[in-house]
């Protein structure tokens, strides 16, 4: 990953889950939370080769739950008019540290803005 094209897009404290956290300043999302991010096409990087980062902090699951699951999810458009569908594009397992996903979003075309 080249570390010159990198973009923070988001940065915060989030707890995932029920039960108690370490921080008084994390937010209760429940068991999931969305981070909706438009990706476009630039120049410099005509490939569409992404690869997305999260980082975590002291996280820890129960014994019996494997982790929480990282999704790139795309919305495509439908023949309905403003109406998209989803789509998990990549998933993993969240890890201790950071969780990546690598995605090829070359393929994945968004609707051309204007009139």
């Given at each position: 990953m080249d570390t010159d094209t990198?973009?923070?897009?988001?940065q915060g404290r989030l707890h995932?889950?029920?039960e108690?956290?370490?921080?008084?300043d994390a937010c209760y999302v429940g068991l999931g939370c969305d981070l909706p991010i438009t990706v476009r096409e630039f120049d410099e990087h005509p490939t569409g080769a992404a690869t997305f980062?999260?980082?975590?902090e002291n996280m820890g699951t129960q014994r019996s739950y494997p982790s929480h699951m990282m999704q790139v999810v795309?919305?495509?458009?439908t023949d309905v008019v403003n109406h998209y569908s989803e789509r998990?594009?990549?998933e993993t397992l969240l890890v201790p540290g950071d969780t990546l996903i690598e995605a090829?979003?070359?393929?994945?075309?968004a609707k051309p803005e204007g009139p």
């Open positions: 990198r973009q923070l897009v988001w995932l889950g029920d108690p956290g370490i921080y008084g980062v999260l980082a975590t795309c919305y495509e458009e998990v594009y990549r090829d979003l070359s393929g994945v075309r």
